[in-house]
């Protein structure tokens, strides 16, 4: 009567094992540690080793290891105070030739990580790291945007042999063509006509010659929309470039984006890789010597003054772009016929076009590439801070069209780490719209390690409170219950480590609560079989009904709890998140454990017994 399948037995031990392989590697520490990363033309070799040894030796500072790993030196220091005072030192002794910042290294085994056993990835109120508040500027990508329509309305005139004096742009978000007096009403409508069917989203009207094109209000909500999601999009994949566990990346308000990288320390490299708006132009070179059209002001009106990179020297370049960073699709390092570092650039349908067709015309012509980056500045005014940006822009180099490409092409003339962060920034995607940061704070790894022993220590007071209880009160099924809660816990830190999920504060809270709702489905089960008891039923016949009876009632009280994690997940952010993951995974195999795992144990205990006369519940 009292009988328990034994393929449950081996699943609950296949369920044991699996948890206790992935939730070890949370037991190991990360070493505090300090990350040295090559600036533009330093190495990282055994002399910089050497070096750095030397330094922290010196300074009284005692390392346990100091290793490449990757294309950084690592240095793994003892305590946290050793990493600020090697941090201090450090950056000192190295300069501006190398970025020194803190990190937190593992110290997990190859063989747990070998088969996917990882320790859990700490929030940023838990292990440290940063939060950054982003301003969109969504003004610039309506301008950006407005200029393409510009562009397009040109390229549209050409290509059907229509004459036109000019197309501009006005401060209404409106665009004026100008065309030729001598085609008359006749031809400003065919005009329109096939501006419409290019651009069927606009509005057109005419005046004599003119044709004014303006943009609907909700195409311009559109493209200031859009612009955000896009900047989000990016910053996703710049993130990831990083390698950032679990960053939060969420739009907030209308025109802000908030990004969160736990466990990232070094702020500088985060931000610059972040913020950058780095990216390529390609332009014709306009004939004519660009210092004396300076002298004389006689600049060609499709011309502009750039100026080169190594040399500062004045060159003229056509203000129409080839293509920009918006139509690369895909961007690696190489290296040049002389083995210099390059960039490989991979462009789109409509980029690959382009280039092909400026440079099957222009075989032999000079052709340039514009470096182009957004720098964030920010100035004291009547002692306020007043946040902007300048433009610097920079030809990296100027070469003869030597033949006809078109998708797939190199860009000579950058330095390794130029060329290593440009084609990260490519790979990635340009911002639709510049951002300016408004807000940065940074949570330290000493606080994060305070945040996490106290939430350790509420958990574990939370569960020694529960078991000694049950252990009291009911006895044999008190340390039954004991038993399928710590199993519950311990498969709850096992699938958030193997699933990657991130553990925060709240996070805590939810694991804390985890271990309430098994209580609460235990109680359940102990009282029922009291019920059973008080009856008439034997004591075995009690522990099967207290069972049956009491699953439904289980079932249908975590699944309101579950429905609650589930609608905190979809609607909440950021730690509410993290408290509904834990909460989800939690009820799930509190449930398992309540039901399953404590009905293995009782029968285990009691099936055997022929004369079994009372309960120790």
Known sequence: MLEFPRWKYFLILAVLAVSVLYALPNIYQKDPSVQITANRGAQIDDALRDGVLADLKQAGVDATSVSKEGDSLLVRLPSLDAQTRANDVLRDKLGENYVVALNLASTVPDWLTNIGAKPMVLGLDLQGGVHFVLQVDQKAALEKRIDAYAEDIRVTLRDNRIAYQSVE??????????????????????ARDVL???QPTLSYGIAGNRITVTI???????????????NITTLRNRVNSLGVA??????????????????VQDTAEAKRMIGATATLEYRAVVPGNAQDAIASGNIPA???????????????????VIVTGDQMVNATVSTDQNGLPAVSVTLNNAGGQKMFDFTSANVGKPMAVVYTERIPTVNMVDGKEVRSFRINEEVISVANVNGVFGKQFITTGLEKTEADNLSKLLRAGSLAAPMDFVEERIVGPSLGAENVERGVTAVLYAFVFTLVFFTVYYRMFGVITSL???????????VLSLF??????????GLALSIGLSVDANVLINERIREELRLGLTPKASIVAGYEKASGTILDANLTGILAGVALYAFGTGPLKGFAVTLIVGILASMFTA???????????????????????
């Open 484 to 494: 399928a809660l710590l199993m519950n816990l311990l498969i709850v830190v096992a």
């Open 302 to 320: 499709e011309a502009k003054v750039y100026r080169m990179r190594d040399s500062g020297a004045p060159v003229l370049l056509n203000k129409r």
């Open 500 to 509: 990657g999920a991130t553990m925060t504060l709240p996070g805590f809270a």
């Open 196 to 198: 419409a069917k290019s």
């Open 169 to 190: 742009r006005r401060p209404d978000h409106s665009i004026v063509a100008v065309l030729s007096p001598s085609g008359g009403a006749s031809a400003a409508a065919s």
């Open 246 to 263: 679990e960053p939060i990346i969420q739009r907030q308000g209308d025109d802000r984006v908030v990004v969160q990288l736990p466990g």
């Open 216 to 230: 609907p209000e909700s195409e311009l909500a559109q493209i200031a929309s859009g612009a955000i999601e896009q």
């Open 595 to 617: 039901i399953t795992v404590s009905r293995a144990i009782a029968v285990l205990v009691y099936a055997r017994r022929k004369k079994l006369k009372s309960l120790a519940v």
